[in-house]
Structures are given as structure tokens and as C-alpha cells.
């Protein structure tokens, strides 16, 4: 492995602990007050044409989060496969990089509001159902096999968009989808709307990588081929490290880019993220968390201090029953689907955090009183 390599390899690894740190966050469970997502949720609860509140709204975020933990996997992925001998694999994993995170750049828009977020949500999940029932029809099912359990169907999300008075359409045999005026842009338009905010030709980057993803002639003839080529750490041409390095400027340029966009939706870069769990318990990382500014814990003295003093606004958040049907991705009254031992799994689970929330709501309480109990002290 050369220098370049070297270097490179690091300046993603600080890019990919970046994004975690953003995907991590408890931002998406319970964005800061005063931020945009805190904003649009409660225009949505309020909203009186929302017969089941802020949950259509919230598969935007979840799905915006989905698709950055994704990217940041295809980006561990890309820095693994840069000094294989060619550029062609860093190819194909920087374009995924870009078609996820160009999803979450797409969602996550400044302010366009909770409408037209709530529109782009809901066309890409119709856009996403005519997919999975494309794919569904290659299995050859009987017309009575039951197909709900391969994600949802365009009834489905159909229903969903009706139900909330929104209009809908569809071209091109569905490939175009349309959804109270927000129209799901496709791969290529997304990604170069990403890249713009980082390279002069938008259009280029991904047209240049899609030639490798498709085996066409100008891809195939990219990259350096002939004996030993393939080798690992193999001595790059000059071409080669010019296509690696402009591989990893773009995924890094969009992870960044991505990162500090989720983050300022969320309110994120004023609530406690996670931190390495080498530093954890560090005296820097402990004066920064009782600011409310670092990692999730840095003792158990500073763990119960945030969490009190955090509980009134995150017990005030959406229910979690909400929560849980966003992440589910199901619209109500829809079967969940679920086993009845997983039915059980998922009553305990909800039935320890009404007990954690109970603990907590006592710690909290305990905290408050300190102040007055030290003011009834003899002698104080």
C-alpha cells in the first residue's frame, strides 16, 4: 500500500466515524427543540388533516437515515478495495455511495417544510412498491400466494396518500412518480444534485462511474488492464490514482456534505452524539457532556444528570407506538405480521422502557429536590 493509499484510507476513516456519529445521534428519536425537524413534527401533530399525526412524516427522517448508514457501510466497503490494483471496484462502490447518500440529501432538504417533505416520503415509498412488485412478479407466485410479506404494495402506500388528501401520479410505467407536487427525481438527477455542492460538472462524476457499473466500452477501457494489474498493492498507473482519487473526493465531499445536512435538521450538533469508547470516561469528554455538547455517557454521575434533565422533552415527543409504525413502515390497521413470539418480544420491550422512563422520571425528580433540600438545611 503506497502513501497515497495511506493517506487516503485515513481521511475516509475520519469521514465514515463523521456520518456515524450523525447516524448515531439521538437526534432522530428526539430532534432538539427549536430545530427543523422538531419544527415540521409539530406542524404535522397539529396538523387537522392527519388523522394518525406525524407518522407518514416520519418515514422521510427514517428512511433519510437508512439510507446514510447504508452509504456509510459502502464507504467502509469503498476504502477496503482502493489498493487492489485497479480502480474498478472503488468505481462501483463510490457510485452506490453517491445513489444512497443523493437519497438522503434528496429527504433531508432545507427548508421545503413538513408538506413537501411528507410528499417526497410518500413518493419514494410508491416509487419503491411498484418496484418490489416488479420484482415479486419474477417469483412466479399463484394469483392467491399472499405477497404482503415482501414489503409494501402500492395499494398500500396508494391508500395512504388518498387518505390524506393528497393527489398522486404516475408515467412512465410507474418509473416517474409524483405525489402532491413533489416529483421523485431519478438516480441520475439526485446524484448530481448532490454533487453539485462539491464538483463544477454536477452530471459528469456519475455518468463517468455508471460506464463501469454497466460494462460499457469507455468504463471497461477506464482503468489499467494487463498482467499482474489486479495484483494488491500493486503500483498504480498514473490514470489509475487520478481515478482513485477522484473516487474518494466525491465520497468523501458527499459524506460530509450529507452528515452536516442531517445535522442541522435534527438540531443535532446541540444534543449528545456518541463518542469512541476509548474516550468515554476521559475528564475533556465529562466537562463537555455536562454541558449537554459530547458522547451518549461519560460517567454514570454525568449518564443520570443528562438523562434527568432531559426527560421532560423527550417524554413530551411523539409516542412510541408512532415511532414504532414509522419504523415498520406500516400504515395503520395495516397486520404487522409479526409471530406471536415476537408480539411477546415486542410487549417487553415496550413494558422495560415504561419501566426505564419510570426510573428515569424518579432520578429527575431527585434531582430537583436537591436544590431545595440543601436550602432546609441547618446551617446552610
Not at 437526534?27 to 415540521?40: F, I
Not at 453517491?98 to 417533505?117: K, N, Q, T
Not at 452528515?259 to 443535532?268: D, E, M, N, P, Y
Not at 415486542?346 to 422512563?357: G, S, W, Y
Request: aromatic share 4%.
Amino acid at each position: 500500500m503506497g502513501p497515497v493509499i495511506g493517506e487516503l484510507r485515513e481521511l475516509l476513516a475520519k469521514g465514515i466515524s463523521l456520518a456515524g456519529e450523525v447516524t448515531d445521534s439521538r437526534s432522530w428519536d428526539a430532534p432538539v427543540a427549536g430545530s427543523p425537524a422538531a419544527a415540521e413534527i409539530a406542524a404535522e401533530e397539529g396538523h387537522p388533516g392527519r388523522p394518525t399525526g406525524s407518522w407518514p412524516w416520519l418515514s422521510g427522517p427514517k428512511v433519510a437515515r437508512w439510507a446514510l448508514q447504508v452509504a456509510t457501510t459502502e464507504a467502509e466497503g469503498f476504502a477496503a478495495v482502493l489498493d487492489v490494483g485497479t480502480p474498478y471496484a472503488a468505481d462501483v462502490l463510490c457510485r452506490a455511495v453517491l445513489e444512497s447518500i443523493s437519497l438522503a440529501w434528496w429527504l433531508l432538504e432545507p427548508d421545503i417544510g413538513a408538506p413537501r417533505r411528507l410528499a417526497r416520503a410518500l413518493a419514494y415509498r410508491l416509487r419503491s412498491a411498484v418496484e418490489t412488485e416488479r420484482a415479486v412478479e419474477h417469483l412466479g407466485l399463484a394469483d392467491d400466494e399472499d405477497r404482503s410479506g415482501y414489503g409494501e404494495r402500492r395499494a398500500e402506500v396508494i391508500g395512504a396518500i388518498e387518505e390524506l388528501g393528497l393527489e398522486h401520479r404516475a408515467a412512465r410505467g410507474g418509473r416517474s412518480i409524483t405525489v402532491d407536487g413533489e416529483t421523485l427525481p431519478g438516480y441520475s438527477a439526485r446524484v448530481s444534485a448532490l454533487v453539485r455542492a462539491a464538483w463544477p460538472q454536477p452530471g459528469l462524476p456519475y455518468t463517468l462511474l455508471s460506464q463501469v457499473g454497466h460494462g460499457e466500452l469507455g468504463g471497461l477501457a477506464r482503468g489499467s488492464l494487463g498482467p499482474g494489474t489486479a495484483e494488491p498493492g500493486r503500483a498504480l498507473s498514473p490514470s489509475d490514482r487520478f481515478w482513485i482519487w477522484h473516487d474518494s473526493y466525491l465520497v468523501l465531499g458527499s459524506l460530509a456534505l450529507a452528515a452536516h445536512r442531517a445535522a442541522v435538521f435534527l438540531g443535532a450538533r446541540r444534543q449528545a452524539t456518541r463518542a469512541p469508547r476509548s474516550t468515554r470516561r476521559a475528564p475533556t469528554r465529562a466537562r463537555r457532556a455536562r454541558s449537554g455538547r459530547t458522547c451518549d455517557q461519560a460517567s454514570d454521575t454525568n449518564t443520570r444528570s443528562i438523562r434527568a434533565a432531559t426527560l421532560s422533552s423527550v417524554a413530551d415527543r411523539t409516542p412510541l407506538e408512532i415511532w414504532r409504525r414509522s419504523i415498520a413502515m406500516l400504515p395503520p390497521g395495516a397486520p404487522s405480521g409479526l409471530t406471536r413470539e415476537e408480539a411477546i418480544e415486542l410487549i417487553a420491550e415496550l413494558q422495560r422502557a415504561r419501566a426505564e422512563l419510570g426510573a428515569l422520571r424518579d432520578e429527575r425528580d431527585a434531582v430537583r429536590r436537591r436544590p431545595a433540600e440543601r436550602d432546609t438545611t441547618p446551617g446552610a
